[in-house]
């Protein structure tokens, strides 16, 4: 079965990232062996780009970045391995390492958008943590997420709007939530649209809409509409009430 059946969808600036934190939290091997892998793997697999080979934290397993994203466990002669995630027993709990390192390249990746293509929900006073929500203006729970917002602001929270049209990019939906982007008050606009008022639609040529699904879809692995995505990274999808939504960010 070639692992490379199913698309791996990385974008540059997520595997920039994960190379840099895979150099801070793996171990590098010695080259012969690196080296093996590498061929091993790329015999295999020819079409593929094989990242820095790195000591795991499994004692016996080495790992490689394939394509940029996904990760793989290899044996020390590259004749076998693990495609999936790695997880730690502790005495406490199980942790998904694999999910953790997932979790700070989303971190990463989002702290490095332009936060002045996003349409941004800030509290009148300080702000004590912020989130970033891929919205829709059609979706049920988008706008029961909306609603919410002054309530988010006046806990401190301020929340980041990326769009993602859920019809793609050739839909009513895509021209409705580029019209708010586009609009000379993208606040008001956005706000109501989710509520339902006649908005005429109209999209401009250099709006961020197209790249922001891009980001979604690719980068933070987008199943539906609201995704709301933490400071830490964490990916939380669907509508969480405000006390809950606070809470988790530690307020």
Not at 25 to 52: C, H, M, R, Y
Not at 59 to 70: D, M
Not at 164 to 177: C, D, E, M, T, W
Request: net charge neutral; proline share 6%; hydrophobic share 40%.
């Amino acid at each position: 079965m070639n692992f490379l059946a199913k698309p791996l969808k990385p974008l540059a600036a997520l595997a920039a990232t994960a190379a840099l934190l895979l150099a801070q939290s793996a171990t590098a091997v010695d080259d012969a062996v690196a080296k093996q892998i590498k061929a091993k793997l790329t015999a295999g697999n020819p079409g593929a780009n094989f990242g820095e080979v790195r000591e795991s934290a499994m004692p016996g397993l080495y790992e490689v970045e394939v394509n940029g994203g996904n990760v793989l466990f290899v044996s020390k002669d590259g004749g076998h391995f693990i495609a999936g995630d790695l997880f730690e027993v502790t005495p406490q709990r199980v942790v998904n390492i694999s999910e953790q390192r997932r979790g700070k390249n989303r971190a990463k990746v989002m702290d490095a958008q332009d936060l002045g293509e996003m349409i941004v929900f800030s509290p009148k006073g300080e702000t004590k943590a912020h989130v970033y929500v891929f919205t829709d203006v059609d979706c049920g729970y988008c706008r029961k997420l909306h609603d919410d917002v002054p309530e988010l602001n006046r806990r401190g929270i301020e929340v980041r709007y990326l769009a993602f049209p859920r019809a793609g990019l050739n839909s009513v939906g895509y021209r409705k939530v580029a019209t708010a982007w586009c609009a000379e008050d993208p606040n008001k606009t956005l706000t109501d649209l989710k509520n339902r008022k006649n908005v005429p639609l109209k999209v401009c040529n250099d709006n961020p809409v197209a790249a922001q699904y891009k980001l979604g879809n690719e980068a933070i692995d987008v199943r539906g509409t609201p995704t709301i995505v933490m400071e830490d990274g964490t990916v939380v999808p669907g509508y969480v009430p405000p006390e809950t939504l606070a809470k988790a960010l530690g307020i």
